[in-house]
């Protein structure tokens, strides 16, 4: 029965630790890059929700101030005939 620093010697040798150490480096490497990357990505998040909240009144006020043609506008978005096929 080998004993520990045995083992150890050998992983060495067999070149056990390198690749463990390989894939530490990748892990931490991954690792800083979400933390670098977290504020640029927050950023955009709270970006696009502020200017989807900003865009809410506009739209309530353009529906009430024209609603012949917002009728219209909701009408092709979201009614009508389709151009897919139901096969």
Excluded: Y
């Excluded at 200017?51 to 506008?73: E, I, N, R, T």
């Amino acid at each position: 029965m080998e004993d520990a620093h045995a083992l150890f010697v050998r992983g060495f040798e067999d070149g056990c630790c390198v690749n463990v150490m390989k894939e530490l480096l990748k892990i931490t490497i991954c690792a800083l890059l979400v933390v670098v990357l977290s504020p640029m990505v927050g950023f955009w998040v709270v970006a696009l929700v502020g200017s989807a909240m900003a865009l809410l009144p506009l739209g309530a006020a353009l529906s009430q101030a024209f609603p012949k043609a917002w009728a219209h506008m909701s009408e092709s978005a979201f009614g009508g005939k389709t151009h897919l096929s139901a096969s």
